[in-house]
C-alpha cells in the first residue's frame, strides 16, 4: 500500500492551500505538502535553479497556509516538505507545530532539512558544518518542549531552564518527523530522533539500492526499519508503473508535484490531479 500526496509551491500564483486543499481531498489523495524559505539572500540566488527562483522568493509561511488547508479539510494530512527549525526561534517553532497540530486533529506530518548555507549563515549563528549536530539538539530540546510540563533542556546549542511550553500537540507524543537528507553520512545523523526519511527520488540513481542501505543503517542504530516513515518526493511526471514500483520498494507515501510539466501554470494543477486520481485506489 502506497498514499499519494501533491506538493505545493505554495505562491500567491497557485491555488490557495484551502481550494487546493479540498481538490486533493475530493479525489482521494493523502496529503498536501509545502515547503519553506524565510528568505534567500540576494547573494545566493544563483544557486538555485532558475526556473524555481521567482517561486520561492514568493513562497507564503508553511504553517499558515497549513493551517488554512487543515481547517477546509477533514481527512487530509498536510505536510512540510520542508521546514527548516534551524532557522526558527525554538520556542516559537513549538507552540506553532502544536497549534496546527491540534487544529488539525492530528493531521500534520514534519519534513525537516537544512536548507541552503547561505540561508543558514542569514539566519542563525550555527556553523554550516555542525548544522546536523544542531538539528538533532534542536530535535531533542522541541520534543521536551512537547512532552514535559516542565520543560528543560541543556545541549550543546540550545539549553534553557524549565518553561511552560503549551499546547501540547495533539499526536503524542509529537506529530511525524521525516528526515529530508540524501546524503548517506546526514542519514545516518538523523536516523537517530528521526520517525521516517524523506528524500527526492531525482537525487538517486538507483532509489531501490538507497532504501535497501537506509534500511541496513537503520537496523544497524537499532532502529525497526519496519516502523520508520518513508515518503518519497517523485520529481515530474511519473508513470503509473513507477508509482508500483515504489509501493513494491515497501515506500509508505509518494507525493507527487515536484518539477511536474507546466508546473509553474497554475491552470494546470487540477488535471494533473484528476491523472493521478485514477490510480490512487490501486495503488492502496
Known amino acids: 500500500m ?4 501533491f506538493v ?45 527562483l521567482k517561486s520561492q522568493k514568493q513562497m507564503w509561511d508553511p504553517m499558515l497556509s497549513l493551517l488554512a488547508a487543515a481547517q477546509a479539510t477533514t481527512t487530509l ?16 517553532f513549538a507552540k506553532e507545530v502544536a497549534t496546527l497540530d491540534q487544529l488539525s486533529d492530528g493531521r500534520l506530518v514534519l519534513g525537516v532539512g537544512v536548507g541552503m548555507r547561505a540561508e543558514l549563515e542569514v539566519g542563525s549563528a550555527i556553523a554550516w ?18 512532552a514535559d510540563d516542565e520543560a528543560e533542556h541543556h545541549g550543546e546549542f540550545y539549553g ?39 528524500p527526492g527520488d531525482a537525487a538517486f540513481r538507483d532509489l531501490g539500492g538507497a532504501l535497501t542501505d537506509y534500511r541496513r543503517t537503520a537496523e544497524e542504530l537499532g532502529r525497526d526499519p519496519d516502523k520508520l516513515d518513508i515518503t518519497v518526493m517523485a520529481w515530474g511526471d511519473p508513470k503509473p508503473e513507477r508509482l508500483h514500483r515504489y ?26 490531479l484528476d491523472r493521478y486520481a485514477a490510480v490512487i485506489d490501486e495503488l492502496r
Open 160 to 198: 534553557f531552564a524549565p518553561v511552560w511550553s503549551d499546547p501540547k500537540p495533539h499526536q503524542q507524543p509529537h506529530p511525524p518527523l521525516l528526515a529530508a537528507t540524501t546524503g548517506p553520512k546526514a542519514t545516518r545523523d538523523c536516523l537517530a530522533w528521526a520517525d521516517g526519511w524523506l
Open 247 to 272: 509501493r513494491e520498494l515497501g515506500i509508505t507515501r509518494v507525493v507527487l508535484g515536484g518539477g511536474r510539466r507546466d508546473g509553474d501554470d497554475p491552470s494546470t494543477t487540477l488535471s494533473y
Open 2 to 5: 502506497v498514499d499519494l500526496g
Open 129 to 146: 558544518r555542525d548544522r546536523y549536530r544542531a538539528l538533532a539538539d534542536m530535535v531533542a530540546a522541541l520534543k521536551t518542549l512537547w
Open 77 to 92: 494530512r498536510v505536510g512540510t516538505s520542508v521546514v527548516l527549525p534551524l532557522e526558527r526561534e525554538i520556542f516559537t
Open 8 to 52: 505545493s509551491l505554495n505562491t500567491p500564483r497557485d491555488l490557495r492551500p484551502d481550494v487546493l486543499a479540498r481538490e486533493l481531498e475530493d479525489r482521494g489523495f493523502e496529503s498536501l505538502w509545502v515547503g519553506e524559505h524565510p528568505q534567500i539572500p540576494v547573494a545566493a540566488g544563483d544557486q538555485v535553479p532558475g526556473g524555481l
